[in-house]
C-alpha cells in the first residue's frame, strides 16, 4: 500500500502561483511514477502533469510553460509549481502514483483562481 498526502491549496488571484505537495508513505519502493490530475465540477478528472523514477516528465497541453513538476526522491515527495494561474485552473488537485501493486490516489487539494 502507498499513502499519498497533499498539501499547498487555496485561493489565488488570477496570474498568481502556488506550489502543491505531495508526500509519500508506505510501499514506496515500488513506484514507478507520480503525477498530479485534476477534476472541476461537472468535468471528468484529468491529467495535469507526471514523472517517472528517472525524471521524464508529461504535461497536459493546457497547463505547459505555465507548471512544472518536481520530484525529491530522498524526500518520496512531489511537487507542482503553478504560475501564472487562470480561473479554468480552479479543480480539486490529486496526487497520483504508479506502483507494481496498483495505483494510488491522495485525498486531493483545492485550488480555487479568482478572476
Known amino acids: 500500500q502507498v499513502q499519498l498526502v497533499e498539501s499547498g491549496g487555496g485561493l489565488v488571484q488570477a496570474g498568481g502561483s502556488l506550489r502543491l505537495s505531495c508526500a509519500a508513505s508506505g510501499d514506496i519502493i515500488c513506484i514507478s511514477a507520480m503525477g498530479w490530475y485534476r477534476q472541476a465540477p461537472g468535468k471528468q478528472r484529468e491529467l495535469v502533469a507526471t514523472?517517472?523514477?528517472?525524471?521524464?516528465?508529461n504535461y497536459a497541453d493546457s497547463v505547459k510553460g505555465r507548471f512544472t513538476i518536481a520530484r525529491d526522491n530522498a524526500k518520496n515527495a512531489v511537487y507542482l509549481h503553478m504560475n501564472s494561474l487562470k480561473p479554468e485552473d480552479t479543480a480539486i488537485y490529486y496526487c497520483?502514483?504508479?506502483?507494481?501493486?496498483?495505483?494510488?490516489w491522495g485525498q486531493g487539494t483545492q485550488v480555487t483562481v479568482s478572476s
Open positions: 497520483n502514483a504508479n506502483s507494481v501493486r496498483g495505483i494510488y
Open positions: 514523472i517517472t523514477i528517472w525524471g521524464s516528465t
